[in-house]
């Protein structure tokens, strides 16, 4: 049923707002349409019971873009995935779980599981844009991005994901209304709410401005367990680098979440050097005053499921250098630092085929101390990750 609402409201949206427009006879723009499929193959090795697992996905995305009017544009992306391998057989809810969504729509679809093998589709972005001068209102599935680093980001309140998860840079979207404001041409006033799968509203408004060549934001907002978030961060560059840096303060409204205040704060530097070497250093710091039970080390790796899951440990540090050695072969390595935890690793290689499609090797080393169940005692861990990927864009 909220399916049907959702597309039955964006359409007809769609359709009065073109047709109530002075000068239809004018020819109106065909969608655009682009995408990509890639081929995936990961092999994960697991310290203990030293097994080595083996999976592969098959995804393809399409993304659909309309403007008929110079006031009016909508955007529609769908992410489609054929996922099999042996994890459906460690973790039999593997496949019935793969097609859940965390909107207030559910637009996933599971269109065929089995024991080793689940095939989806999701609609990630869905979301009609007016525009009247220097006012923006888009309504539906999209990505709020408030955020001003590269890593972590504690200012990113409606959309949370994982730096570890390479293979979707679109990043999750939120079913919301989001109203900006552009009062200047490097400042706007945006304001935001959303709602989850279980009804729950996040809202909250945002700030920005310029000065002495710095972009700073201030931001407050109210999450669904009724906790108050104040915000903000800048970015700018000290010489020919970039220095950028977030701040969130999360305070309980309410007696039942007495003593679970936090801070999460990133600061982080970035630039290009040499012949063209890429540099990101990051540093995380999350202070609680009544410290949660630690989650295990797949509730990090996927995408969180608050903005406070973000941090693996109290200080967490990300040095990321990406080398082009030709200008069809990359290499690139991260660093991650858990002090008190444990640490990671990222290689990865990227070779440029043709034009439109890109082979790459990536590995993913976690060593450390992780719960192996939810709310669970700490051991220590050691997981290898490995994928080998084809890509192709259209």
């Not at 090797?361 to 939810?374: A, C, N, P, T, Y």
């Amino acid at each position: 049923m909220k399916k049907a609402l959702l597309f039955s409201v964006y359409f007809l949206l769609v359709f009065c707002a073109s047709a109530q427009n002075d000068s239809c006879t004018q020819r109106i723009p065909a969608p655009s349409f682009s995408g990509y499929l890639s081929d995936r193959t990961s092999l994960m090795i697991l310290q203990e019971p030293h097994d080595a697992i083996w999976d592969h996905e098959l995804q393809n995305r399409l993304k659909i873009t309309w403007q008929p009017l110079p006031w009016i544009s909508s955007e529609w992306q769908v992410r489609n995935r054929l996922s099999f391998g042996e994890s459906f057989v460690l973790n039999p809810m593997m496949a019935s779980s793969a097609g859940k969504d965390r909107g207030l729509a559910d637009l996933s679809f599971t269109l065929a599981h089995g024991n080793r093998h689940a095939l989806t589709s999701q609609i990630d972005r869905a979301y009609l844009q007016l525009t009247f001068r220097k006012l923006e209102l888009a309504i539906g599935r999209q990505r709020i991005n408030w955020s001003q680093t590269l890593v972590w980001n504690p200012n990113d309140l409606f959309n949370t994901y994982s730096f570890f998860d390479f293979d979707y840079p679109e990043r999750p979207g939120s079913d919301a209304i989001r109203c900006t404001w552009f009062y200047s041409a490097a400042g706007r006033a945006e304001m935001a709410v959303k709602a989850d799968s279980s009804g729950k509203i996040t809202a909250g408004g945002l700030f920005r401005w310029n000065k002495w060549n710095y972009d700073f934001q201030i931001l407050g907002a109210v999450l669904p367990q009724n906790e108050l978030v104040l915000g903000g961060g800048w970015s700018g560059n000290i010489g020919k680098y970039g220095f950028r840096g977030e701040v969130s303060w999360f305070h309980p409204r309410t007696d039942s979440l007495k003593g679970s205040n936090m801070i999460l704060s990133s600061v982080s530097f970035d630039g290009m050097f040499y012949k063209s070497w890429y540099l990101i250093a990051e540093i995380l710091y999350r202070w609680e005053q009544n410290p949660a039970p630690e989650k295990t080390l797949m509730d990090y790796y996927y995408a969180p499921a608050s903005v406070k899951d973000l941090a693996f440990a109290d200080i967490s540090a990300l040095v990321q250098l990406s080398v082009p050695v030709t200008p069809l072969f990359n290499i690139s390595l991260a660093a991650m630092g858990l002090p008190g935890k444990g640490f990671y690793l990222g290689p990865s290689f990227s070779f440029s085929l043709s034009n439109n499609l890109e082979a790459s090797l990536i590995s993913q080393i976690f060593s450390g101390r992780f719960s192996k169940f939810d709310r669970g005692p700490e051991i220590r861990q050691t997981f290898y990750l490995n994928f080998f990927r084809l890509k192709w864009n259209f």
